[in-house]
C-alpha cells in the first residue's frame, strides 16, 4: 500500500480549480424507501437497491450500495430509470450487471410500464431489445448462472395475470415456449436459483404444489407426498417472503412471516424435494421483507425496514440489526452538536419523544425524554443535555447512563430555546417564549432583555460570537449588542427563509431551500447549492453548525405518511470526486473548495476508514475539531508521501489522478481528505471524507 501512495505522489497533476458551489449531502444511514428493487453484484460484492417507494404516491429514484457495513447512497452519471415500485431487479451474469425491468409508476398513466434498464456500478443505461416482455408489474426475476440467463415470469398490468416466461441473454429479450406453463399465483412469488437441482426454484402463494422449478425448456411441478408442506407452512398464509441460494449447496433458503400471525416468523430450506425447517441462534426479526445473499461475506441481508437493516451471518445463524438496533432511526426535530463526542443528538418529532445520539456510523436511542415536550438544551461546559417541564418549570440532566431532575427552576411560562454559547463568559444565551432574554450558566439562568416585538409569525435565533450581538430573524433583523436592540433590513425574504445559525468565522448564516447567504453585519456573500434541502411536508426543523467536522447540519421532516429520518450536511472546505468508483485506467479528479485557506498549502490524505476520527486541537472554543480519516499505515504514509499542491486565490484547486492498470488495486476502497495542519496541530483545512471504490 505504501508503494501505491509513493506512485500517487508522482501521478497526480494538480491543477486550478473552476469556480464551483457548495453541496448539501444527504447523511442517511439507509436508504428511506419500502418495496425496493434489490439484487447482489458478485463481481463487486455489493448489495444493490433500487426504487421503491416512501409514500402510497411518491416513489424515489434513488440507487443505493450495501459494502457489509453501511449503505451508501450513489451519485448517477447519466440519470436514473424512472420511478417505479412492484418491479424486480436480478443480476444478468452475461452483461455483469444489474437488470431491472417494468414495475407501477405511482400516479403515472399509464401505470404499468414495460422497459429494461442496466446498473453497471457507476450508471444506469436502458436496455435495448428487439422484443421485450408487455408491461407489467408484481413479475418475478431470477438469475440461472449456468447459463447465463435472467429469466422472467408473470406479474400482471391490473387487469391480467401473465403466464408468459421470458429469458435476457445479456443483450435481448427471448419469450420461451414451455410445453407446461406454471400454474402458481404471481404476485411477486420469490425466484430463486437452486444450487442442489442446478435450477431455478418459484415459490408460489397458493396452490396444490406451492413450488416448481425451471429447467431452461419447461416449468416441473414438485408436488406429492413426502413432507412436501413443512409445519407451519401454509401458503395461503404467506406474508413477504426473501428466497436466497444457500452458500451450502443443500438447496434454497426462504424466510417469512404470516398474514394471519405477524409475530410468527419461519426460516426453511428447500433442497428440491421437500422442506425442512431451519434454527437461528437469536430470534429472526418480525418484520421480514425481500433480502440478498452476500455470498462474500457469507451473510443473509434484509432490505431495511424502518430504517433498520437485518443481517444473519450464515455461520452462526445470528441475526443484527445494522444501525439503529430497535425501530428504526426516527424524524429528527431539534438537533444539536455534541463536539465533545464527535455526534449529533436530536429529539424525534413524533411521541413518543425520545432522545438519539447520531455518530457517523449510527443511531442510538437514549430512551425517552422525561417530559413529553422534549425541548432540548446542551450545554457545552458542563457537558450535559437538558430537557424541562413544561408544567413544574424544572430541568432535567441528562449524563450517560440516565436523567436526573435538577433542582434549577426554568423562568417564563412558555418555551425555551438555545441560542449559543458566549465565548467571553462561557454562559449559554437562551430565549424564553415568552419571557425574555435570559444567560444560563449551567446551573441558573439570569435575566439579560425583554424580546423585540414583532408580528405574530415564525422566527430564528443565534448569537453571533465574532461580533457578540444577539440577532433574531423575524419580517426584520433585530439584533442586541448587550445595550440595546436594532433593527436592519434582513439580507433574505422572511417568507423563503428556512433556517439562521452562526458559524466562527463567516458570521450568520440564512439558509433558503436552494442557496446560503453569509451574513458578517455589514456585506452578504451568496452561495448556489448544487442540491436544495428537501422539500419536506413538515418543512425545515433544526439547523445545527457542527464545529467538529465544520458542517451545517439540517434535520428535515420527510412525507407525513412515512415520516423518515433526514439529515443534510453542507460542508464549508468541501472536497468532491468523480468517478466514485473508478475503473483500472480510468482518470480520478478530486476538487478541494475551501476559500478562507486561499493560497495556503493543503494535503490530499488517504485511509482504509474513516473511523474512529483523528482528533485534532480546535481554532475556536469549541473543545474538539476531527479530521475524519483514521489513522492508519496508509495515512501515515499519505502524509509523508502523498498528492500536495497549493490552493489558488479563491481557495480552489483540482487533483487529476491517473490510476494504473495494477490488477492487485480492484477491489481496493479507499477514503480521502483534503487538508492543511498548521505546526500547532491546529485544524486548518479539513475538508469531508470522500469513498473511492476502484472496480474491476
Not at 258 to 270: E, F, G, S
Not at 616 to 634: K, M
Not at 647 to 662: E, F, K, M, N, Y
Amino acid at each position: 500500500m505504501i508503494r501505491i501512495v509513493a506512485w500517487l505522489t508522482f501521478a497526480a497533476v494538480v491543477t486550478a480549480q473552476q469556480p464551483g458551489t457548495w453541496s448539501w449531502r444527504r447523511s442517511m444511514l439507509s436508504p428511506p424507501t419500502y418495496q425496493p428493487m434489490l439484487t447482489y453484484d458478485p463481481v463487486r460484492a455489493r448489495g444493490v437497491l433500487f426504487g421503491g417507494r416512501q409514500s402510497p404516491t411518491a416513489s424515489p429514484t434513488e440507487t443505493w450500495e450495501w459494502d457489509g457495513r453501511d449503505w451508501r447512497e450513489l451519485i448517477c452519471t447519466g440519470g436514473t430509470p424512472p420511478e417505479r415500485h412492484w418491479s424486480a431487479m436480478a443480476w444478468d451474469p452475461s452483461s455483469r450487471r444489474c437488470l431491472v425491468f417494468g414495475g407501477m409508476r405511482g400516479t403515472a398513466v399509464p401505470p404499468v410500464i414495460g422497459d429494461t434498464w442496466l446498473w453497471d456500478g457507476a450508471a444506469w443505461m436502458p436496455g435495448t431489445s428487439t422484443t421485450s416482455p408487455a408491461p407489467r408489474c408484481r413479475h418475478s426475476l431470477g438469475t440461472d448462472p449456468v447459463r447465463q440467463r435472467v429469466v422472467l415470469f408473470g406479474g400482471t398490468d391490473g387487469l391480467t395475470w401473465f403466464t408468459d416466461t421470458w429469458e435476457w441473454d445479456g443483450s435481448q429479450w427471448m419469450q420461451m415456449q414451455p410445453l407446461t406453463h406454471s400454474a402458481l399465483n404471481t404476485a411477486e412469488a420469490p425466484f430463486s436459483w437452486n444450487p442442489a437441482t442446478q435450477r431455478l426454484a418459484l415459490f408460489g402463494l397458493t396452490g396444490s404444489a406451492p413450488v416448481e422449478e425451471w429447467n431452461g425448456v419447461d416449468w416441473a411441478p414438485r408436488s406429492g407426498a413426502g413432507g412436501l408442506t413443512p409445519s407451519g407452512f401454509n401458503p395461503a398464509d404467506l406474508g413477504t417472503v426473501c428466497a436466497v441460494p444457500d452458500p451450502s449447496g443443500a438447496g434454497v433458503r426462504l424466510y417469512y412471516q404470516d398474514y394471519l400471525v405477524p409475530t410468527a416468523t419461519h426460516q426453511i430450506l428447500w433442497n428440491g424435494s421437500q422442506f425442512s425447517a431451519l434454527s437461528s441462534s437469536t430470534p429472526m426479526p418480525t418484520s421480514t421483507t425481500t433480502g440478498f445473499l452476500d455470498a462474500a461475506r457469507n451473510e443473509l441481508v434484509m432490505a431495511p425496514l424502518g430504517r433498520t437493516t437485518w443481517v444473519q451471518d450464515l455461520a452462526t445463524t445470528a441475526w443484527s440489526a445494522n444501525s439503529p438496533p430497535g425501530g428504526g432511526a426516527p424524524a429528527l426535530g431539534r438537533i444539536a452538536g455534541l463536539p465533545w463526542i464527535d455526534a449529533t443528538i436530536g429529539t424525534s418529532s413524533s411521541a413518543p419523544v425520545e432522545l438519539w445520539l447520531r455518530t457517523e456510523h449510527a443511531f442510538q436511542s437514549l430512551g425517552p425524554t422525561p417530559t413529553p415536550a422534549g425541548v432540548m438544551l446542551v450545554h457545552p461546559g458542563t457537558q450535559a443535555v437538558y430537557a424541562f417541564d413544561v408544567q413544574t418549570r424544572r430541568l432535567w440532566q441528562y449524563t450517560w447512563p440516565g436523567w436526573s431532575l435538577t433542582n434549577t427552576v426554568v423562568p417564563g411560562t412558555g418555551a425555551v430555546w438555545l441560542l449559543g454559547l458566549d465565548p467571553q463568559d462561557h454562559q449559554m444565551w437562551c430565549w424564553m417564549q415568552p419571557g425574555g432574554i435570559y444567560k444560563w450558566s449551567g446551573g441558573s439562568f439570569s435575566y439579560v432583555t425583554n424580546q423585540p416585538a414583532w408580528n405574530a409569525g415564525l422566527a430564528f435565533v443565534a448569537y453571533d460570537t465574532d461580533r457578540h450581538v444577539l440577532a433574531i430573524a423575524t419580517t426584520v433583523l433585530w439584533e442586541w449588542d448587550g445595550v440595546s436592540w436594532t433593527t436592519k433590513a434582513l439580507p433574505v425574504s422572511g417568507s423563503s427563509l428556512v433556517g439562521m445559525t452562526h458559524v466562527p468565522g463567516r458570521g450568520l448564516l440564512f439558509l433558503e431551500r436552494s442557496r446560503v447567504l453569509e451574513w458578517d453585519g455589514t456585506n452578504v456573500v451568496i452561495s448556489n447549492t448544487n442540491h436544495p434541502l428537501p422539500q419536506a411536508t413538515g418543512g425545515l426543523y433544526s439547523v445545527s453548525y457542527d464545529p467538529a467536522r465544520n458542517r451545517l447540519r439540517a434535520s428535515a421532516a420527510s412525507l407525513a405518511s412515512h415520516t423518515f429520518e433526514d439529515i443534510w450536511d453542507l460542508y464549508f472546505d468541501e472536497l468532491t470526486v468523480t468517478p466514485e468508483e473508478p475503473h483500472l485506467g480510468n482518470t480520478v479528479q478530486f476538487h478541494v473548495e475551501s476559500a478562507p485557506h486561499a493560497n495556503q498549502p493543503w494535503v490530499l490524505a488517504f485511509a482504509m476508514n474513516t473511523y474512529p476520527a483523528i482528533p485534532l486541537a480546535g481554532l475556536h472554543p469549541e473543545p474538539l475539531r476531527v479530521l475524519p480519516l483514521s489513522a492508519d499505515y496508509l495515512f501515515s504514509a499519505s502524509l509523508s508521501n502523498g498528492i500536495t499542491g497549493f490552493l489558488d486565490t479563491q481557495g480552489r484547486a483540482q487533483v487529476s489522478w491517473p490510476l494504473p492498470p495494477l490488477p492487485a488495486l480492484v477491489g481496493l476502497r479507499l477514503f480521502a481528505c483534503a487538508l492543511s495542519i498548521t505546526p500547532s496541530l491546529t485544524a486548518g483545512l479539513v475538508s469531508n471524507p470522500v469513498e473511492i471504490y476502484i472496480a474491476p
